[in-house]
């Protein structure tokens, strides 16, 4: 799977950051891609901040805490069991995506590290293996 970041801006000229997937679920979305841009309207800096939160989460689950651990966005979430995540829409569950827990955690810290940059004109792409 491919993950795509860029930044965009609006007609006001600020910049929010975008995730796109090359993979996409039945319903045609990719939850693990916006599980990550979904800011609530925050933007990057406190998205940076709440990343910290996910990857302890993931750290957790993979270390074997009682499950499920659920990290949650405004309209999207994800939900740690162990060796699992499970990238969903908030409000239709079945609008799901499966990973493991440790490309997870990756992949949390490289949209990180890429929303701490700040707005930059080209986009970066992140190939994960999600089985």
């Avoid at 805490?65 to 699992?84: Q, T």
């Amino acid at each position: 799977m491919k993950l795509t970041f860029s930044w965009h801006q609006f007609s006001d000229g600020t910049s929010y950051a975008r995730c796109l997937s090359d993979k996409e679920n039945p319903q045609g979305a990719s939850p693990l891609a916006h599980v990550l841009d979904d800011d609530g309207g925050l933007g990057a800096e406190i998205a940076v901040k709440w990343i910290e939160e996910g990857k302890r989460l993931a750290r957790q689950a993979m270390a074997g805490a009682p499950g499920p651990l659920h990290w949650v966005r405004e309209h999207f979430m994800a939900e740690m069991n162990g060796e699992r995540t499970t990238a969903s829409s908030v409000h239709d569950p079945s609008c799901a995506q499966e990973l493991p827990t440790r490309v997870f955690l990756s992949v949390l810290q490289s949209w990180q590290d890429f929303l701490a940059t700040g707005p930059v004109p080209k986009s970066h792409t992140v190939e994960i293996d999600d089985r």
